[in-house]
Nanobody, 113 residues
């Protein structure tokens, strides 16, 4: 059974930082492209960052230089370090193996002004 379990969301003031984590099970994590997506109220779900198994990362233009995706293939974990957060970053953040259509339950990130 595939499980992607996110943690680390919460409420933070603008300018603050949060680190999201995702623990995966039931998938060959070390060869799986993983990603973080987010969905803000009233908006479509969008890709935030992706991590290819060989360590190549891609980011949405809106988060470049502010967010960093990383993975630990020994621990089957995916992380997202988010710095200098702004209210527009408020959303539910999802860990995903998008090619396999596996998704976590999401974790709420709320940035107050």
């Amino acid at each position: 059974q595939v499980q992607l379990v996110e943690s680390g969301g919460g409420l933070v003031q603008a300018g603050g930082s949060l680190r999201l984590s995702c623990t995966a099970s039931g998938i060959p994590f070390n060869i799986t492209t993983m990603a973080w997506y987010r969905q803000a109220p009233g908006k479509v779900r969008e890709m935030v960052a992706t991590s290819v198994s060989l360590g190549i990362s891609n980011y949405a233009d809106s988060v470049k230089g502010r967010f960093t995706i990383s993975r630990d293939n020994n621990k089957d974990t995916l992380s997202l370090q988010m710095n200098d957060l702004k209210p527009e970053h408020t959303a539910v953040y999802y860990c995903a193996a998008p090619a396999q259509n596996y998704w976590g339950q999401g974790t709420q990130v709320t940035v107050s002004s």
